[in-house]
């Protein structure tokens, strides 16, 4: 069993609130790309199974002390 490749596009935007705090928010997989699982040949079996991991969001606090 192996996984098909596949591309996400992930990101993140950060603000310095100050020397040591940053403020910002990331995202993953903003494209919902499908992770497909193959069992097998590569060129003669069907796809076995896939999984369609959402899109997430997060507003992120970073402080250094």
Request: aromatic content about 12%; hydrophobic content about 40%.
């Amino acid at each position: 069993m192996w996984a098909e490749d596949y591309g996400q596009l992930d990101g993140s935007i950060f603000f310095d609130v100050t020397e040591n705090v940053k403020l910002g928010v990331q995202g993953t997989n903003l494209t919902q790309e499908r992770t497909v699982l193959r069992v097998g040949y590569a060129d003669r079996m069907p796809r076995y199974s896939w999984v369609d991991t959402d899109r997430r969001v997060a507003v992120v606090l970073r402080a250094r002390f």
